[in-house]
């Protein structure tokens, strides 16, 4: 179970760090979970 102070969904944005320190993602979405899923497999060898 979750802890009592953690909500149960969270939402990523990214708006504010485009405006205060000009971030701009430089990952597509899919490549990005593609390298997070490889990554995850290695880690932990599922």
Known sequence: PLPAADPPRTFARIDRAQTLLGFQ???PLARGLAQYWEW???EYGC
Do not use: F, L, M, S
């Open 25 to 27: 993602p430089q990952t």
């Open 40 to 42: 995850y497999r290695r």
